[in-house]
Antibody
Framework: EVQLVESGGGLVQPGGSLRLSCAAS????????MHWVRQAPGKGLVWVSR????????DYADSVKGRFSISRDNAKNTLYLQMDSLRAEDTAVYHC?????????WGQGTLVTVSS | QTVVTQEPSLTVSPGGTVTLTCASS?????????PNWLQQKPGQAPRALIH???NKHSWTPGRFSGSLLGGKAALTLSGVQPEDEAEYYC?????????FGTGTKVTVL
């Protein structure tokens, strides 16, 4: 069973930085694309970023391109999201996820609040 | 900016059938967009239901089915149960990125 546990969220001032982590288990992490998805309070799901199995290829939503960076450590079965130049509109619950065909799963998410 | 549009809300009676659709601002949705469907209940993480247009996961109830319909991706719920009341999102692949649909709130009444 896919298990994904996010951490690292919290309150940060506009312009600040935060690094999210996602610990993965229950599947072969190093063989799978991984994603970050966010959801602002009371709003819909928004795809943020993805990374290929060996970390050599990444993609980003236009809204975060140049500010966010996705990475992974396959030895630690951990996915990361480095978030810089944070804005109020980045406030959301951030989920890591395996999307598409099996194995598939979502973490419960970690809340990021950008406010002064 | 690509927009993926879903019906904001739909109401269905228990035991009834309802079809949700997912339209792309770029044109007809095809299998090449690898449509996914997810269910989200209040306070919970999303749960995957369908991938690659019509493929179910092992936990997906048989009453859920995915298809392409009139240039859109579609999710049909047949024999709706009270526990199917939830928000449903489609997800489309655009070659290097993904876009979620706007979401459909399904009410079972």
């Amino acid at each position: 069973e896919v298990q994904l546990v996010e951490s690292g969220g919290g309150l940060v001032q506009p312009g600040g930085s935060l690094r999210l982590s996602c610990a993965a288990s229950g599947f072969t992490f190093s063989s799978n694309w991984m994603h970050w998805v966010r959801q602002a309070p009371g709003k819909g799901l928004v795809w943020v970023s993805r990374i290929n199995p060996d970390g050599s290829s990444t993609d980003y939503a236009d809204s975060v391109k140049g500010r966010f960076s996705i990475s992974r450590d396959n030895a630690k079965n951990t996915l990361y999201l480095q978030m810089d130049s944070l804005r109020a509109e980045d406030t959301a619950v951030y989920h890591c996820a395996r999307i598409g065909g099996d194995p598939v799963g979502w973490g419960q998410g970690t809340l990021v609040t950008v406010s002064s | 900016q690509t927009v993926v549009t879903q019906e904001p809300s739909l109401t269905v009676s228990p035991g009834g059938t309802v079809t949700l659709t997912c339209a792309s601002s770029t044109g007809a949705v095809t299998s090449g967009y690898y449509p996914n469907w997810l269910q989200q209940k209040p306070g919970q993480a999303p749960r995957a239901l369908i991938h690659s247009t019509s493929n179910k996961h092992s936990w997906t109830p048989g009453r859920f089915s995915g298809s392409l319909l009139g240039g859109k991706a579609a999710l049909t719920l047949s024999g709706v149960q009270p526990e199917d009341e939830a928000e449903y999102y489609c997800l489309l692949y655009y070659g290097g990125g993904y876009v979620f649909g706007t979401g459909t709130k399904v009410t079972v009444l």
